[in-house]
């Protein structure tokens, strides 16, 4: 149950849930290459590859910074090499950058489709596919996706069709490589949360949403780490829900990722995209582990 020595490259680390991820993996001490855009300060949107890469290497980890834009290949391809020649190797890779609009279809321009969609299905096909030959060589190599399982609900899709099929071209990776590279035993799994996680992003994008009560990014790293500790040949292709996975590893005290304290499960903001035999799952295995049986 530890990425001690494993090599992890993790696209929109600089800040968010990628960077809590890369964190978490250095506290094993992992080294991780932070694949992302920022590497000059933004008021807007706090933390750059550098920023991050020392609280990385604070962690006890060792942090690679590269900026890179995932649409463009050739960065992409250049970023790998220079991890493995940093590293000496790929074991896990983690697509974590995503670009998000929640508006609907009048309200949408096209740039902001196309950069949806470049981002979130290209980027995250692109980065995977580049890695191959790299995770191909390794003993316990990973892809995971931070994308929502595949609920074809109405509901999801009617208030914003663009960024739904985008994150879900996301999720679509996961069933298609997933299925694809099994043979070469690499895992390819999704991750989601239950609900609303406080961000920079998401406090830019959800400004109309009003009060939210959200959890912190650190439910999103150890679930994330307790699917890249598992077996690649035993979990793979899974779309798992960061509180009913970890709940099924034994946890039970989930306060401590509350944004606000005190705040109860049942208060909590979820998120979209939930798919709702996952909710039954997780709602049945909170009223058994706290009636203590």
């Given at each position: 149950?530890?990425?001690?020595?494993?090599?992890?490259?993790?696209?929109?680390?600089?800040?968010?849930?990628?960077?809590?991820?890369?964190?978490?993996?250095a506290?094993?001490?992992?080294?991780?290459?932070?694949a992302?855009?920022?590497?000059d300060?933004?008021?807007?949107?706090?933390?750059?590859?550098?920023?991050?890469a020392?609280?990385?290497?604070?962690?006890?980890?060792?942090?690679?910074?590269?900026?890179?834009?995932?649409?463009?290949?050739?960065?992409v391809?250049?970023?790998?090499?220079?991890?493995?020649?940093?590293?000496?190797?790929?074991?896990?890779?983690?697509?974590?950058?995503?670009?998000?609009?929640?508006?609907?279809?009048?309200?949408?321009?096209?740039?902001?489709?196309?950069?949806?969609?470049?981002?979130?299905?290209r980027?995250?096909?692109?980065?995977?596919?580049?890695?191959?030959?790299?995770?191909?060589?390794?003993?316990?190599?990973?892809?995971?996706?931070?994308?929502?399982?595949?609920?074809?609900?109405?509901?999801?899709?009617?208030?914003?069709?663009?960024?739904t099929?985008?994150?879900?071209?996301?999720?679509?990776?996961?069933?298609?490589?997933?299925?694809?590279?099994?043979?070469?035993?690499?895992?390819?799994?999704?991750?989601?949360?239950?609900?609303?996680?406080?961000?920079?992003?998401?406090?830019?994008a959800?400004?109309?949403?009003?009060?939210?009560?959200?959890?912190?990014?650190?439910?999103?790293?150890?679930?994330?780490?307790?699917?890249?500790?598992?077996?690649?040949?035993e979990?793979?292709?899974n779309?798992?829900?960061?509180?009913?996975?970890?709940?099924?590893?034994?946890?039970?005290?989930?306060?401590?990722?509350?944004?606000?304290p005190?705040?109860?499960?049942?208060?909590?903001?979820?998120?979209?995209?939930?798919?709702?035999?996952?909710?039954?799952?997780?709602?049945?295995?909170?009223?058994q582990?706290?009636s203590?049986?």
């Amino acid at each position: 149950m530890s990425l001690a020595g494993k090599v992890l490259f993790i696209t929109g680390a600089s800040r968010g849930i990628g960077k809590a991820i890369a964190i978490r993996a250095a506290q094993d001490g992992a080294s991780v290459a932070i694949a992302a855009k920022t590497a000059d300060p933004n008021p807007k949107l706090p933390g750059t590859i550098f920023s991050a890469a020392k609280e990385i290497e604070a962690a006890g980890g060792k942090a690679l910074p590269i900026q890179c834009d995932i649409r463009d290949e050739t960065m992409v391809q250049e970023a790998m090499t220079k991890t493995a020649e940093a590293f000496g190797k790929i074991d896990i890779v983690v697509n974590n950058a995503s670009a998000i609009s929640l508006t609907p279809t009048e309200k949408t321009d096209v740039k902001r489709y196309d950069l949806m969609h470049s981002i979130n299905g290209r980027g995250t096909w692109l980065v995977s596919k580049l890695a191959l030959p790299y995770l191909k060589k390794s003993d316990n190599a990973h892809i995971l996706n931070l994308c929502p399982p595949l609920s074809m609900e109405e509901k999801w899709f009617a208030p914003f069709p663009a960024y739904t099929i985008a994150k879900y071209n996301m999720s679509l990776c996961v069933l298609g490589m997933a299925g694809e590279f099994r043979k070469h035993g690499i895992a390819v799994n999704g991750l989601w949360p239950l609900t609303l996680i406080e961000t920079a992003a998401l406090k830019i994008a959800a400004e109309s949403m009003g009060e939210r009560k959200s959890r912190n990014t650190e439910i999103m790293a150890d679930a994330a780490h307790a699917i890249l500790t598992k077996n690649s040949r035993e979990f793979s292709g899974n779309f798992c829900l960061d509180e009913l996975l970890l709940r099924k590893h034994g946890v039970t005290d989930f306060e401590r990722y509350n944004n606000t304290p005190g705040t109860k499960p049942e208060d909590l903001t979820l998120d979209f995209f939930l798919d709702s035999k996952q909710l039954e799952e997780l709602y049945a295995l909170r009223k058994q582990q706290n009636s203590g049986l």
